[in-house]
């Protein structure tokens, strides 16, 4: 049971203040806080799973590069043996590629256009990842499923890939793979870090477990006739101050994390 009142702002704006005499209005309000931070963690779950697989797979070519880069080092392999190196893997890995076309369209009836190239598989893929980016805004509960996981691993990957083959096709791969691929893993998980994407859906998962956690010791409070006290009202205040000061403190730890970005920036320009 609860009574609906009126009270007048120093702005004359009437807000209904409700009070509260049993467990039926915490345990729906409850509810329908659960809902929402479930809706909101199905949302922001697909953000956090690219951003963390980003670095995944752009890593195995910072990872290549820069072998390659460290056996310049050595004595007897300068930085021309690997250039010639990589011209040699580019010619392979055309020829493989061509050769898979071939194959699949002898088998397929002419499945893949002969006239498809890496530029084609780069914009096809991040035009499908965009397109999945938007199905799961409106469609949030999908986010989490097998199909949609799959899916997403198998474009990104087809988008290392395209990358990593117009890299070696260039006239200077060593550099420009590991100028592409470091700022792409590196700008992945700064993504991530500065806007605090796996934090916050950590934070809506959470709140939305706590949620249903007091949503049923409440119920069973109800059940087993123990009293209606302000030690309920305690529990459901203390539950939303602590989702409000989680989210702030979030915010300010971003906020700090880019300003200590920026000031070692500015030391090592000195």
């Given at each position: ?29 409850l ?10 963690s199905?949302k ?125 096709n ?35 998962k ?19 006739g123990?009293?209606?006290?302000e ?15 989680s ?14 970005i ?7 320009s000195?």
């Open positions: 049971m609860s009574r609906q009142y009126k009270a007048t702002t120093p702005a004359n704006r009437n807000i209904q203040i409700s009070q509260t005499y049993n467990y039926t209005p915490l345990i729906n309000q509810l329908l806080e659960q809902e929402q931070l479930n809706a909101k199905n922001s779950y697909w953000l956090r799973y690219i951003s963390r697989r980003i670095p995944l797979f752009f890593s195995a070519g910072l990872i290549f590069y820069a072998a390659c880069l460290a056996m310049t080092m050595v004595k007897e392999i300068n930085l021309q043996s690997i250039n010639s190196f990589l011209k040699s893997l580019s010619i392979y890995l055309n020829s493989r590629m061509t050769s898979l076309v071939t194959f699949t369209n002898s088998h397929l009836d002419n499945l893949i256009p002969l006239d498809i190239n890496r530029y084609h598989i780069l914009l096809t893929s991040i035009l499908l990842l965009f397109s999945i980016y938007v199905i799961v805004c409106f469609m949030a509960r999908i986010a989490q499923q097998l199909i949609i996981k799959a899916l997403t691993n198998t474009l990104l990957f087809s988008l290392s890939a395209s990358v990593f083959f117009i890299v070696i260039s006239d200077s791969p060593l550099m420009l793979g590991l100028v592409v691929f470091s700022t792409s893993t590196i700008t992945s998980m700064l993504f991530d870090r500065v806007l605090g994407i796996t934090r916050r859906n950590e934070r809506y959470l709140f939305a477990n706590r949620a249903k956690c007091l949503c049923d010791l409440l119920l069973n409070k109800k059940i087993i123990i009293p209606f006290d030690s309920n009202l305690l529990e459901i205040a203390q539950f939303h101050e602590e989702l409000r000061l989210k702030y403190k979030d915010t300010v730890s971003d906020s700090n994390y880019l300003l200590s920026m000031e070692k920036l500015k030391g090592l000195k």
